[in-house]
């Protein structure tokens, strides 16, 4: 993949606190925020984005005098494609940058394109899971498909790309470092991800969250390697924090933290008693389930494994409860029952 200048350059934003912005599209999700800042050794970046989105990043810096060579550090929040898999080919641009991210990640993901075709399995697991309809199914599966296949692509048209996940300094809950001159703490915050750590400024009061809340939502990838357990947990404990500024890798800075902290366990909660009654009236699957609880818009665009993956950790909440229970039929798809 060549790196090139696009014709549409993202702006770099100045946002406080010595922060920069840069929003960066892409073609399958909403657009990513990348956050940096100028330390006495260059630059460090919270997350880099999607591989395709290089070119983008690369334009932004130029619009303020920086290039890949000035990138001294990245954090990664996660693993997940669109916050790191411009890491593959960055790396070989960037020659002078060293990459951090949670140990367990570091040490778990190995080579990242086989780990992101057991992530395109559990993701059609999930849709069959939904999808009783074959013709649909079909076409759900076709469209996902497409879009994984656009990924593998783009790492595919480059001779410069390693697929083994680079992390030089692998992070644990709690430790603290200090990068280019700003001191940062970093916290373990499973439940979106398996790995998700939150990057805290703590003399700014800012913290860096990744996608733990996306516009007053959740997203938890209950399926592959979210957990709503976990995420109760993380939510519980950040509100424990002296948080001043939250700034997510998706949508505008949170505007009121510990509030829209509060309202997101409370919308679950609303959530989770929507589902228990919508089973009362009687049997249901997923799909129907994600409908009545987010809306049938959620099918046009990528937030469909989302969704499904958000009212399926709910599901399996319950499950181990013992409120509902699984019926499981052909080819995967599964209707749940209330349990009386």
């Known amino acids: 993949m060549k790196v090139t200048i696009p014709k549409r350059i993202p702006e770099m934003e100045d946002i406080g606190d010595g922060i920069?912005?840069?929003?960066?599209?892409?073609?399958?999700?909403?657009?990513?925020?990348?956050y940096l800042y100028e330390g006495n050794d260059g630059l460090t970046l919270i997350d880099s984005g999607y591989i395709e989105s290089i070119p983008m990043l690369q334009a932004s810096l130029k619009t303020k005098g920086f290039s890949?060579?000035?990138?001294?550090?990245?954090?990664?929040?996660?693993n997940h494609l669109d916050h790191i898999s411009s890491a593959?080919?960055?790396?070989?641009?960037?020659?002078?940058?060293?990459?951090?991210?949670y140990r367990a990640m570091a040490d778990g993901?190995?080579?990242?394109?086989e780990s992101m075709l057991l992530f395109e399995e559990a993701t059609e697991d999930l849709f069959h899971k939904a999808f009783g309809d074959k013709e649909e199914l079909g076409r759900i599966l076709t469209e996902s498909r497409k879009g994984w296949r656009q990924f593998f692509s783009k790492f595919g048209e480059t001779k410069k790309g390693d697929p083994v996940l680079r992390i030089d300094v692998a992070i644990d809950h709690n430790d603290s470092l200090e990068l280019g001159g700003r001191l940062f703490r970093f916290l373990h915050t499973p439940g979106h991800n398996l790995y998700h750590i939150t990057?805290?400024?703590p003399k700014a009061g800012v913290y860096f969250s990744g996608d733990l809340i996306i516009a007053n939502l959740t997203a938890i990838y209950s399926e592959m390697d979210g957990s709503l357990g976990d995420y109760y947990f993380t939510l519980s404990k950040l509100l424990e924090e002296p948080i001043k500024r939250m700034l997510p890798a998706h949508g505008n800075e949170i505007e009121d933290p510990k509030k829209t902290i509060t309202l997101v366990k409370k919308t679950l909660s609303i959530l989770e008693k929507g589902v228990l009654r919508?089973?009362?009236e009687g049997e249901s699957d997923l799909k129907v389930l994600m409908e009545a609880a987010i809306?049938?818009?959620v099918h046009n665009?990528?937030?469909?494994?989302?969704?499904?993956?958000?009212?399926?950790?709910?599901?399996?909440?319950?499950?181990?409860?013992g409120q509902i229970r699984i019926d499981k039929r052909d080819n995967g798809y599964e209707v749940f029952h209330i349990v009386t």
């Open 20 to 34: 920069f912005k840069i929003v960066l599209p892409q073609p399958f999700y909403a657009p990513n925020n990348i």
């Open 68 to 78: 890949f060579k000035d990138i001294r550090h990245i954090i990664y929040t996660h």
């Open 88 to 101: 593959l080919v960055l790396k070989s641009y960037a020659k002078n940058v060293t990459y951090y991210g």
């Open 109 to 113: 993901v190995g080579n990242y394109l």
């Open 199 to 201: 990057p805290v400024d």
């Open 278 to 280: 919508r089973l009362r």
């Open 295 to 297: 809306g049938k818009k």
């Open 301 to 321: 665009g990528g937030h469909l494994p989302t969704a499904l993956g958000l009212v399926y950790s709910i599901i399996q909440k319950l499950v181990l409860e």
